[in-house]
């Protein structure tokens, strides 16, 4: 028998729980390598649309996992499915029922049919949506597509090992952390590398100094696409050598590789390198090279299109599974026929597993198939086209499309053929089709928003209280005021942003909060608005409650990605499995120039659904916002006004208490010939205009929306609408932005075009981007003027006599 090796797995010594350890390993690793294969016959069969497997990662992965503790995160992708298995956050049932898009969240807890195969989350909340205790659990945050994504909140998900081992008044939050001890593992393939967010943060952790674990699947290829295209050098690790830890700083990260076929190798790079991101909190990259794909990049295609025969031969050689068998074999821990055998058992048992699934998945839509087509079969029997009805019958029970569209299809059908007939039995069936379209409502449509007792929209208005002793002062200081009460009352509070802590922010919002509060409650960073939105994400994922702060309103774009792809869909991929309540904070809409005084709103609320987007026109309003938001447990941007700082407001006397209720416009000015529906800076620019339009005899409903999504929840424009009959949306987005937004909403959700007396107008700033200066200002972005002039137009079109134009 050969030496015992020197390697200890996990502090087992003795030679037979090693052996015993790394069996059991061989095994998982065989379970895995079946369920891509047997996974990609399923796709190639049709039984699933498209398929992502995580093969030739198979032992890296289960090397990765012996480090892998509870309460410990992942941010990962599509190729860790043996990770997954290795940690218990997934099985390999629920592999399949995630193949199939099972909806039942029991079969497919990671995103309940909504997100792609090999799309892992584990359910942080309860049903209620509420927090499980993540330190019971290993967790991962749930996967996205965009590649290189992952890596911007798993910066958020380190972070808040940091702000829970040195920010002592969390200690209490046992459920969330033990001091900071959890690592946030990261997984990404060598060719995402490319992309810019996965340098922002890498810079941004070798900087903050988190314990963050970056693993690598180099397998030389991105698609088809060879590594010498990808990245410099050919090889991340050659790249990264200039963030190596440094004492001296105290900053930078530790590089570690191994290569993906060397089983003892990876465990001893894996078990090493952990110890200092755990304890030390210096994060570390861990290269794992020579990695093999052996089915190629999915099912879409074959990789004998792209791949030499040498790469195809080397690839088979170095298959991480057969080089383990060999050395087993060598190191005497078990023989080829007892590999075999485990071999054997994987195949039957994954096999079994997948059929289990698929009985799971197909049980319920049979169930219904059959339903159907009895309800078919009554109204065939009491009416005139049983012939025809019997056909649409018959070609629903032979159909080869395991799936819920086929059965809604035929419903269709029938009914279309029934038409005119008043029986009983198609009141059945179309009582079954309501019933059947609710549930699929609910299975794909559920969780856009929370859900829980603490959704935002159940938040109570609390509006301001004044009295003679209230104080009059700038806005921001109004606002200064609100967030010093907010850092008082919760300790899960913390603020990141570009100069947001020692100055306060650049308009002073924040102004000498840090010296209250300290540097880990309100904290500078970069210019990196990805990762500080990653940041925030990462953080509110485990617990907390982050403002993070994007300088300018223009510059969210460098985070609309991040926000669109991996917040804002959050609850809605996990179906309820998982929240980050964040608040984005930025100031915008009117600064000076082309990049400091646009309004994107259009842009901002079509890739934002999922996030409450609110537009404050004063600070107090924005302080109720805050209020609201933090009270709740939702994700929202909340858009200062940029010219509203200085402006004077009276400070409330119940500021801690004010909360401005989501999706509730406010009437501002009631009026009787036009609405104005607006918000934000607008709302000062249509109430001048409303002054002069007075002195022509013109009487105008002023309506600031507050919130863009929701969208007046309550149809309080609708009303207005009703007793103006004309109405003009207002505001300094593009023309079809916002204001057509608006319009939508009012005229076709709400109906609004039934009250209509005359045309609906939008007035928006130009096309082009706001010019610097006043007059570049005031030529780009609608002016009280051109609000004066095209209500009155609306006024002379309806009473050209009482109203003759003049301008
Ligand atoms: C932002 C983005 N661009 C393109 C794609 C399409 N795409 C999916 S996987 C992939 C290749 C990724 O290669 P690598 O990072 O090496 O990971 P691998 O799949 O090889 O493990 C590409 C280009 C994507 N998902 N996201």
């Known amino acids: 028998m050969k030496k015992q090796s020197k390697i200890s797995v996990n502090g087992k010594n003795t030679f037979e729980d090693y052996k015993k350890e790394v069996l059991s390993d061989f095994k998982l690793a065989n379970e895995s390598r079946q369920a891509s294969i047997l996974g990609r016959k399923e796709v190639l069969t049709g039984k699933a649309k498209f398929g992502i497997f995580g093969d030739g990662k198979e032992v890296a992965q289960i090397a990765m996992a012996k480090v892998f503790r509870k309460g410990d995160f992942r941010s990962g992708y599509y190729r860790d499915q043996t990770f997954a298995f290795a940690t218990g956050i997934s099985t390999i049932k629920e592999f399949f029922a995630q193949l199939y898009a099972d909806t039942d969240v029991r079969l497919e807890p990671a995103s309940g049919g909504r997100s792609m195969n090999g799309h892992f989350a584990n359910r942080l909340l309860d049903d209620e949506g509420n927090w499980k205790n993540l330190m019971d659990m290993k967790n991962t945050s749930a996967d996205i597509s965009p590649t290189a994504s992952q890596m911007i909140r798993l910066v958020g998900l380190a972070y808040a090992s940091k702000l829970y081992r040195e920010n002592r008044t969390l200690d209490g939050m046992k459920s969330f952390s033990d001091n900071g001890n959890e690592v946030a593992f990261g997984t990404i393939g060598n060719a995402s590398c490319a992309e810019g967010m996965f340098f922002e943060a890498m810079n941004a952790a070798a900087v903050l100094r988190i314990p963050m674990a970056v693993s690598i699947w180099d397998n030389g290829f991105g698609i088809s696409v060879p590594s010498k295209y990808q990245i410099a050098k050919e090889s991340i690790s050659n790249v990264l050598v200039g963030f190596e830890y440094d004492e001296k700083f105290r900053q930078g990260f530790k590089i570690h590789s191994a290569k993906g076929w060397d089983y003892p190798g990876l465990v001893s790079m894996y078990e090493n390198g952990i110890t200092s991101v755990r304890e030390d909190h210096i994060p570390a990259i861990f290269d794992v090279q020579e990695v093999t794909q052996p089915q190629g990049h999915s099912t879409s295609g074959s990789h004998e299109r792209y791949k030499t025969k040498e790469r195809l031969e080397w690839e088979k050689e170095f298959c991480c599974i057969s080089q383990m068998k060999k050395w087993i074999i060598s190191e005497a821990m078990a023989t080829e026929e007892e590999l075999n055998e485990i071999e054997k058992y994987a195949k039957d048992y994954v096999k079994k597993m997948q059929l289990e699934a698929w009985q799971d998945y197909i049980d319920p839509i049979k169930k219904e198939n059959e339903e159907a087509r009895n309800l078919f079969a009554e109204i065939a029997k009491s009416g005139n086209h049983e012939k025809e009805i019997n056909a649409v019958s018959e070609s629903l029970k032979k159909s080869l499309d395991n799936n819920r569209k086929v059965i809604s299809e035929a419903v269709h059908e029938v009914l279309m053929i029934s038409s005119g007939e008043n029986s009983d039995a198609v009141e059945k069936l179309k009582e079954w089709k309501n019933k059947f379209k609710k549930d699929n409502s609910k299975r794909y449509g559920s969780h856009l928003f929370s859900e829980s007792a603490e959704s935002a929209l159940n938040i109570?208005?609390?509006?301001?209280?004044?009295?003679?002793?209230?104080?009059?002062?700038?806005?921001?200081?109004?606002?200064?005021?609100?967030?010093?009460?907010?850092?008082?009352?919760?300790?899960?509070?913390?603020?990141?942003?570009?100069?947001?802590?020692?100055?306060?922010?650049?308009?002073?919002?924040?102004?000498?909060?840090?010296?209250?509060?300290?540097?880990?409650?309100?904290?500078?960073?970069?210019?990196?608005?990805?990762?500080?939105?990653?940041?925030?994400i990462g953080c509110a994922l485990r617990g907390l409650k982050p403002i993070v702060e994007i300088q300018y309103l223009d510059y969210l774009l460098y985070a609309l990605q991040i926000i669109s792809d991996d917040l804002a869909c959050l609850q809605y991929r996990t179906a309820g499995g998982q929240k980050a309540p964040v608040i984005i904070r930025t100031r915008g809409h009117r600064l000076e120039g082309i990049w400091h005084s646009g309004s994107p709103m259009g842009t901002i609320i079509n890739s934002f659904r999922g996030v409450h987007v609110c537009v404050p026109r004063d600070m107090t309003r924005a302080a109720g916002f805050y209020n609201t938001i933090l009270k709740s447990d939702e994700p929202a941007l909340i858009i200062e006004r940029l010219n509203a700082y200085r402006l004077k407001e009276q400070l409330p006397d119940n500021l801690s208490e004010v909360c401005v209720p989501l999706g509730v416009p406010e009437i501002l000015i009631t009026g009787t010939d036009v609405t104005i529906v607006t918000y934000g800076a607008c709302v000062d620019i249509a109430k001048s205009a409303i002054e002069k339009l007075n002195k022509v005899n013109i009487s105008c409903e002023l309506i600031d929306v507050q919130t863009l999504l929701p969208f007046d929840i309550n149809k309080i424009i609708l009303e207005s609408l009703k007793k103006t009959n004309r109405i003009l949306f207002l505001d300094e987005d593009v023309p079809g932005g916002a204001s057509a937004y608006m319009m939508q909403n009012v005229l076709d959700r709400d109906g609004g075009y039934r009250y209509l007396d005359s045309d609906p107008k939008c007035l928006a700033a130009k096309e082009h981007r706001p010019a610097y200066g006043t007059d570049g200002d005031y030529f780009s972005k609608p002016n009280s003027e051109d609000v004066f002039e095209t209500v009155y137009e609306i006024m002379n079109e309806s009473d050209p006599k009482k109203y003759p134009l003049f301008l």
Request: overall charge negative.
């Open 460 to 536: 109570k208005e609390v509006k301001p209280v004044y009295s003679e002793d209230s104080k009059v002062l700038d806005g921001r200081e109004v606002l200064n005021a609100f967030f010093d009460i907010a850092f008082a009352g919760d300790p899960r509070i913390f603020a990141i942003g570009e100069d947001l802590g020692f100055l306060g922010d650049v308009n002073q919002g924040m102004a000498k909060l840090q010296e209250k509060y300290g540097d880990l409650r309100l904290t500078d960073t970069g210019i990196r608005e990805a990762t500080i939105v990653g940041q925030g």
